[in-house]
Antibody, heavy 119, light 108 residues
Framework: QVQLVESGGGVVQPGRSLRLSCAAS????????MHWVRQAPGKGLQWVAV????????YYADSVKGRFTISRDNSENTLYLQMKSLRAEDTAVYHC????????????WGQGTMVTVSS | SYWLTQPPSVSVAPGQTASLTCGGN??????VHWYQQKPGQAPVLVIY???GRPSGIPERFSGSNSGNTATLTISRVEAGDEADYYC???????????FGGGTKLTVL
């Protein structure tokens, strides 16, 4: 079945780095744009970044631009989020999500991985 | 930057109809998508492109979009519909995804 499984979360000190992964299965990963969306505890959904199906284009929320990098390995069906200079306000559950082929809707979401930035 | 506004909460009795709104400047000119999120779970797409319904989503869920307001309508509300609902658009000016702040639907 179509599935996204995130990993790599944990507790990290402010200013440090962390890399998240999202393993995709059950669909043609290389055909779909992919997103990262985060949710701080008790808060709403916040978009983080998107990468095109071929990895040639990416866009970021203003709050993470210059600190986070989205990338993908289509040969490994894996999406990544490299996070640097982490701040307390980056604390959240990070979900990866698959964009549909013909719309901007996100039709498959992973369960998420928790990132806690704390000293 | 573009902004979507949702009421923080909506309450409805079982069997009644819930209308959840999503406001934005000329949102009718954009494609709006809606997600349902229950506690501790990932969001689930319930409406795409204003009114499309993914397979597996009950016909009780419908959507519309015109002018400055998009609306998710849930007919014959059930206890299992209690959840947070988020609207979403792609802002082509900024190349950003925009989510509304979410509406908590309470079934009385």
């Amino acid at each position: 079945q179509v599935q996204l499984v995130e990993s790599g979360g944990g507790v990290v000190q402010p200013g440090r780095s962390l890399r998240l992964s999202c393993a995709a299965s059950g669909f043609t990963f290389s055909s779909h744009a992919m997103h990262w969306v985060r949710q701080a505890p008790g808060k709403g959904l916040q978009w983080v970044a998107v990468i095109s199906h071929d990895g040639n284009n990416d866009y970021y929320a203003d709050s993470v631009k210059g600190r986070f990098t989205i990338s993908r390995d289509n040969s490994e069906n894996t999406l990544y989020l490299q996070m640097k200079s982490l701040r307390a306000e980056d604390t959240a559950v990070y979900h990866c999500a698959k964009r549909t082929l013909y719309t901007e809707a996100l039709d498959v979401w992973g369960q998420g991985t928790m990132v806690t930035v704390s000293s | 930057s573009y902004w979507l506004t949702q009421p923080p909460s909506v309450s409805v009795a079982p069997g009644q109809t819930a209308s959840l709104t999503c406001g934005g400047n000329n949102v009718g000119g954009k494609s709006v998508h809606w997600y349902q999120q229950k506690p501790g779970q990932a969001p689930v797409l319930v409406i795409y492109d204003d009114s499309g319904r993914p397979s597996g989503i009950p016909e009780r869920f419908s959507g519309s979009n015109s002018g400055n307001t998009a609306t998710l309508t849930i007919s014959r509300v059930e206890a299992g519909d209690e959840a947070d609902y988020y609207c979403h658009v792609w802002d082509s000016v900024s190349d950003h995804v925009v989510f509304g702040g979410g509406t908590k639907l309470t079934v009385l």
